[in-house]
């Protein structure tokens, strides 16, 4: 299945976001060049709660000004390229625009400037950080650990569809290689089947992030309906990989996916995590967590 095009779409009543019952003018077909969410342009700081703690050894290379940085989500080995974007401009800080009138015969010209505040949000469990992600329009919810990362993920199989908004836990060395223990972010994708959608995200992405061992196995649930804010439609779907024959990589993982039904478009968000197997350190995510990380995307405004 392919998700063409690019756009963000928002939720119903959200300002410039199109309306519910809106859909007669189609899904907005858009190229963001190195970020499929659109308008989001980085990531650093979570809104409430602590910061996590500064990442060590090679993930230290996320925070570099300009640099391609190789990064592994979950316990996969296959690698994507995550493209620092300019430091000076923190998440969530406002970018300004400035617009120019000239009043006739007069030749002085005004300037105004205007800026948007900067999206918030507050994680419902302690200890826990939001991050908020204006491309996708929702925030979501991490465990203390879990950083956030600059740059787009591809999912294989699935053309022009790029991760944004994302978070890594747990980054880890075997064997000269480079894993981590868990990875999450979204998408916003057109309209067709959330059913489909959920199931076809969660095989492919399950395969791709266990496919390095020799033996790898992949199983889906059962779809469940989900209703996120009191009246947005959507799906769950988790995918169960189990792996053998590679001692640095686990031997259980999951993916969860969560499917919210926008104006005009579907909003992916996948958690992904180990569950067992692996080195001793770092320990791997919980389920609990992982869902506990499903259960708390919400829209950013309605």
Same mark, same amino acid.
């Given at each position: 299945?392919?998700?063409?095009?690019?756009?963000?779409?928002?939720?119903?009543?959200?300002?410039?976001?199109?309306?519910?019952?809106?859909?007669?003018?189609?899904?907005?077909?858009?190229?963001?060049?190195?970020?499929?969410?659109?308008?989001?342009?980085?990531?650093?700081?979570?809104?409430?709660?602590?910061?996590?703690?500064?990442?060590?050894?090679?993930?230290?290379?996320?925070?570099?000004?300009?640099?391609?940085?190789?990064?592994?989500?979950?316990?996969?080995?296959?690698?994507?390229?995550?493209?620092?974007?300019?430091?000076?401009?923190?998440?969530?800080?406002?970018?300004?625009?400035?617009?120019?009138?000239?009043?006739?015969?007069?030749?002085?010209?005004?300037?105004?400037?205007?800026?948007?505040?900067?999206?918030?949000?507050?994680?419902?469990?302690?200890?826990?950080?939001?991050?908020?992600?204006?491309?996708?329009?929702?925030?979501?919810?991490?465990?203390?650990?879990?950083?956030?990362?600059?740059?787009?993920?591809?999912?294989?199989?699935?053309?022009?569809?790029?991760?944004?908004?994302?978070?890594?836990?747990?980054?880890?060395?075997?064997?000269?290689?480079?894993?981590?223990? %868990?990875?999450?972010? +979204? /998408?916003? #994708?057109?309209?067709?089947?959330? $059913?489909?959608?959920?199931?076809?995200? &969660?095989? !492919?992405?399950?395969?791709?992030?266990?496919?390095?061992?020799?033996?790898?196995?992949?199983?889906?649930?059962?779809?469940?309906?989900?209703?996120?804010? %009191?009246?947005?439609? +959507? /799906?769950? #779907?988790?995918?169960?990989?189990? $792996?053998?024959?590679?001692?640095?990589? &686990?031997? !259980?993982?999951?993916?969860k996916v969560l499917v919210l039904k926008g104006d005009k478009g579907f909003h992916v968000f996948?958690?992904?995590g180990d569950l067992e197997g692996g080195p001793a350190e770092p320990k791997p995510p919980t389920?609990?967590?992982?869902?506990?990380?499903?259960?708390?995307?919400?829209?950013?405004?309605?």
């Amino acid at each position: 299945m392919t998700y063409p095009g690019d756009g963000q779409s928002g939720w119903g009543g959200q300002p410039n976001q199109g309306d519910w019952g809106r859909q007669d003018q189609g899904y907005p077909q858009q190229v963001y060049p190195q970020n499929y969410g659109g308008s989001y342009g980085g990531l650093g700081v979570f809104s409430g709660g602590d910061e996590p703690p500064p990442k060590k050894g090679k993930a230290k290379l996320w925070l570099a000004i300009g640099a391609v940085v190789v990064v592994l989500v979950g316990g996969g080995v296959t690698a994507y390229v995550l493209t620092r974007p300019d430091g000076s401009t923190p998440v969530g800080q406002s970018t300004s625009g400035t617009t120019t009138t000239t009043t006739k015969p007069s030749t002085t010209t005004k300037s105004t400037t205007s800026s948007a505040p900067a999206p918030t949000c507050e994680a419902a469990k302690p200890g826990w950080n939001c991050l908020p992600v204006p491309a996708l329009s929702y925030s979501y919810d991490v465990p203390k650990g879990w950083s956030p990362v600059a740059g787009t993920a591809p999912v294989e199989g699935i053309d022009d569809v790029k991760l944004t908004g994302l978070t890594v836990t747990g980054a880890y060395d075997c064997e000269s290689r480079d894993f981590t223990r %868990g990875g999450a972010g +979204g /998408v916003v #994708v057109p309209q067709t089947d959330l $059913t489909a959608v959920a199931k076809d995200f &969660a095989q !492919k992405l399950a395969t791709q992030y266990y496919k390095s061992a020799p033996k790898s196995e992949v199983k889906l649930g059962e779809p469940k309906p989900v209703t996120v804010a %009191g009246d947005i439609e +959507g /799906v769950q #779907v988790d995918a169960v990989a189990t $792996t053998s024959g590679d001692a640095c990589l &686990a031997t !259980k993982g999951m993916v969860k996916v969560l499917v919210l039904k926008g104006d005009k478009g579907f909003h992916v968000f996948m958690a992904n995590g180990d569950l067992e197997g692996g080195p001793a350190e770092p320990k791997p995510p919980t389920e609990a967590d992982l869902q506990a990380m499903v259960d708390s995307v919400k829209p950013l405004s309605r």
